[in-house]
């Protein structure tokens, strides 16, 4: 279980402390599926940050199975099992998609078993694995890319921010079985998605909404969705931006 | 192998990938003289009169074969200029796999500057390995100066791959290359320099037929207080298509100068130059930590990718 507690967070800009996170406290379960949604610049993806160590908090802690985590490196907390999917995934010269999918493993693996990790996420993969992961590749490509280093990684708690961000409807299709299928494989672990999708929404256990920094509302999917639906909150695929569907009666 | 030590076999293992005495043409220098030799039907090596260097022949024609001609040093203070000579036949298609590896525990300088000409003829294809490596811990620098002429007839193909990825205190690589019409030279240098290495990779490529094209870049790595500085240059003299890049990450208090040239002499040429420095993205660290890796592990493995 993961678990927050009053954790807050600021930036410096020109001078001025500003809180991006204010005094944040709640709880990822085990074997659940939670989607973060609420208005850009509300603080979703900064919290996604904290959990990964990417950022430190000013104050709080945060804790992995009573485990109090708030010091440690961003290796340490991938070790202690949090993956971390970026919004804008990173790319590399010269690294192929294969090397970075068997240091996601952690272990030396075989061809087959790195192929399976991006068939799972739709690539077909004697296309990707000797690619080099780098501006060859699409927006939508490197993101299934970065979706499957986080499913070779197994860990316990995996965390996607935005995984809808700059892919096409087709890729997005895809990706929702993917999360299907990992909530089905959930056993013990949990998932957290940043996400403003209704179809992500939609297969949620649990839904948070983050404004201003703070917890604005949290409960069961059937409890909170219903007062989403319609709001930028929770957009249907079809408005996805940057995609174009022909239909507009959505 | 021959009567070769344990660490003339480790360096001959380093440059050109040799564990026994290799297949086809080779020669094998070790501390100023050849100690293995052999022809092929197709392939003939010849000593120089003076003993410094080779002249190699290969028949027009001959098809997938190699020659190996690696040069280890292992005592110190040894200075040597070697200069082989590669004719190449028409049509033919040979790798040359070439290389040095000097091991110098000694407090005196240890160089080898190989001068190596290759006349290609019509339509040939060659690939040419170039591997430099030092060891030891000597205080005497390891220093290595390739000079490279490649002279290539209409539609020949030459590809050369040049690695110095560490122990090489000083280096200065100068490359000059003329290409007749149709003709295609393609070259993939990198680099990893230490400590105080000095590195100073020259290329002047002069296109001079109808069709000729060049493609030389450079991936490169300046660690700690090195220094680096790559200057190619090339010359369109007919309707031509030429690109060259310096790719470059810098670390530490490395320092690297990037000179691209290009000099079109014909309205139909079509030069391109790329040149980036930088250090490594820290979102490309912070990505491999969420792996599972520490920074140190991270860096290596962003650097390892990047000279792969």
């Not at chain 1, 001078?15 to 005094?23: A, H, T």
């Not at chain 1, 993917?178 to 056993?187: A, H, L, P, S």
């Not at chain 2, 040049?162 to 100068?174: E, L, S, Y």
Request: glycine fraction near 10%.
């Amino acid at each position: 279980m993961l678990e927050l507690k009053n954790v807050s967070f600021k930036v410096n800009e020109d001078g001025q402390d500003r809180e991006i996170i204010g005094n944040i406290t709640l709880k990822v379960p085990d074997g659940r599926l939670v989607v973060i949604t609420g208005p850009n610049g509300g603080g979703k993806s900064t919290l996604a940050r904290l959990i990964a160590g990417i950022a430190k908090p000013d104050s709080g802690s945060i804790l992995l199975d009573d485990e109090d985590i708030t010091d440690m490196s961003i290796t340490e907390r991938a070790k202690r099992g949090i993956a971390f999917a970026f919004q804008q995934p990173v790319r590399f010269k010269g690294i192929q998609v294969f090397d970075l999918i068997r240091l996601a493993t952690g272990r030396d693996i075989s061809m087959t078993d790195a192929c399976q990790y991006l068939a799972s996420v739709g690539l077909c993969a004697r296309d990707y694995i000797d690619r080099e992961v780098n501006s060859s590749l699409s927006g939508g490509e490197l993101k299934r890319i970065e979706i499957a280093t986080v499913l070779a990684r197994g860990s316990k708690l995996s965390i996607f921010d935005e995984p809808e961000a700059g892919i096409d409807l087709w890729s997005f299709s895809n990706l929702i079985d993917v999360f299907e299928g990992m909530r089905r494989n959930i056993k013990g672990g949990s998932i957290i998605i940043i996400s403003h999708q209704e179809r992500i929404l939609s297969i949620a256990d649990e839904i948070i909404v983050i404004k201003n920094g703070a917890v604005a509302d949290q409960g069961p999917k059937d409890k909170i969705l219903p007062s989403l639906t319609g709001t930028a909150d929770a957009v249907p695929e079809c408005r996805m931006s940057g995609v174009r569907t022909g239909d507009d009666k959505c | 192998m021959l009567e070769l030590d344990e660490i003339q076999k480790r360096l001959l293992a380093e440059v050109a990938d040799l564990h026994k005495v290799p297949e086809g043409a080779y020669n094998i220098r070790s501390n100023g003289g050849s100690v293995g030799r052999a022809s092929t039907e197709n392939i003939e090596i010849i000593p120089r009169e003076d003993g410094q260097g080779l002249t190699v022949r290969i028949k027009a024609g001959t098809k997938n074969e190699s020659v190996h001609i690696p040069v280890v040093m292992t005592k110190s203070g040894i200075k040597e200029t070697v200069y082989n000579d590669f004719y190449i036949g028409e049509d033919a298609d040979v790798t040359i796999v070439a290389g040095c590896g000097i091991d110098n525990c000694g407090t005196q300088d240890s160089q080898h500057d190989g001068i190596h000409r290759f006349f290609v003829e019509k339509g040939a294809k060659v690939k040419y390995v170039e591997k430099h490596y030092g060891s030891g811990n000597g205080a005497g620098k390891r220093i290595l100066n390739p000079g490279t002429e490649v002279y290539q007839k209409e539609d020949s193909r030459v590809e050369m791959e040049m690695v110095q990825i560490k122990g090489v205190d000083d280096t200065n690589r100068t490359t000059k290359a003329e290409l007749a019409a149709g003709a295609a030279l393609v070259v993939r240098e990198r680099l990893m320099t230490h400590n105080d290495q000095n590195a100073v990779s020259t290329y002047v490529v002069e296109m001079n037929g109808e069709g000729a094209s060049a493609d030389v870049v450079s991936r490169s790595v300046a660690r700690d207080n090195s220094y680096q500085k790559f200057d190619a240059k090339l010359v369109g003299n007919a309707a031509c298509s030429g690109h060259t890049e310096c790719d470059s990450i810098i670390m530490d208090k490395g320092r690297i100068l990037a000179v691209p040239g290009l000099e079109a002499n014909d309205v139909d040429a079509a030069l391109v130059h790329e040149a980036a420095i930088g250090k490594i993205a820290g979102d490309q660290i912070i990505k491999l930590m969420t792996l599972g890796l520490s920074e140190a592990e991270a860096e290596e493995q962003i650097i390892n990718g990047f000279l792969k």
